[in-house]
């Protein structure tokens, strides 16, 4: 046994992601183990689990099947290369995530993360059109607002203004819509806001600009989950898909948080009965327990690829560790907690007691927004002026201290618990919350 329990002296080595690391290492929050909905602090306090981790422990922590099949894979094909060879549990993973798929969903390529899945579902677009003899299409459309990951394409696409500041020139040829988040009109609106679904049209004004003959795809998250869950209006995704249809330009859902279960759907596709072209998706595919990503494509796309030469590699991208075995096995036992459990729609039956719960934070010091679906919210609070982010970050030291694990981005706290939560743990959670805003300044 590796001794996670005891922390070593030096915490300069490891420099830590999305982190104030300086901050952090003068007064570390560290776990060292977790179970269902809670982790436990080095000083053995509980902590409970308002965020699934990183949106990602969809069916909570060290559940018995995903670590038992973890356990045994490890010990029977460690690893297998994918490229040109594999081994048969990619295969069986890649049939049971098709199973669970959109439908037209046909296809798997595996990934490590969602910023991988991101990057891969991007060139597939672009690569796709070539494949079709339509080299001109190279244009990506993102969106402000958006978050796709960490990788240029992924930063590229999204509309996060720190990641474009810091690094430089990005990937050519791409553009962005507005996102659509209308404060003024939606205000603690619950679940999906009325106004606002003509911002789509927006797209028609970029694609004439640009002549839809070079536009490769428009990618957006279905619901923009790290910049603060932003949720699109009524109607605003069917429009994007008919803009989309009528000029011949691919549509990707970046569902790297809300695949899995975080809607009260298996995808957020299901949930706004919209089919994208390519889906992309990560974290809740093995639980959050083992890294891995995947892209769904339709079978026109693949088909695409597969009408060359027999012989010639289709499509020239992969990763070292894609469809890892134990990787795969994590995730066939992922996929079978949430079907034994109800887990991929659980959220639909909690989504009005989640709601309630939420939004019953109306009226706590500093809120000016709620915003909730399927069991996903998130509460804005008003920035201290000339100080942005101060009070969120408060907030969730404070309710750290106090037990709960809350995320912040910018102003905005973000709730987005294992879907096994019980009614009594949301209780719970909104209560740290509502004592954590009565507290900061
Ligand atoms: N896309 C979306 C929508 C995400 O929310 C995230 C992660 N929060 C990513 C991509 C990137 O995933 P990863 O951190 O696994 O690279």
Redesign the pocket.
Known sequence: MYHSRVVPNDLNAFWMPFTANRQFKQSPRMFVSAKDMHFTTTDGRKVLDGTAG??CVNAGHCRPKITEAIREQAGELDYAPAFQMGHPLAFEFANRLVEIAPKGMEHVFFTN??????DTALKIAIAYHRARGDGSRFRLIGRERG????NFG?ISVGGIVTNRKMFGTLLTGVDHMPHTHLPGQNSFTKGEPEHGADIATELERIVALHDASTVAAVIV?PVA??TGVLIPPKGYLQKLRAICDKHGILLIF?E??TGFGRLGAPFAADYFGVTPDII?T??GITNGVIPM?AVFVKKEIHDAFMNGPEHVIEFFHGYTYSGNPIACAAGIATLDTYKEEGLLTRGEELAPYWEEALHSLKGEPHVIDIRNIGLVGAIELEPIAGQPTKRAFQAFVKAFERGALIRTTGDIIALSPPLIITKGQINELIDHVREVLRAVD
Request: aromatic content about 8%.
């Open positions: 990183l949106w993360s969602g910023s991988e899945s991101v978050y796709h990951g960490v992924g998250e989950g790290s970046d790297v948080i992309t990560a974290k990503g």
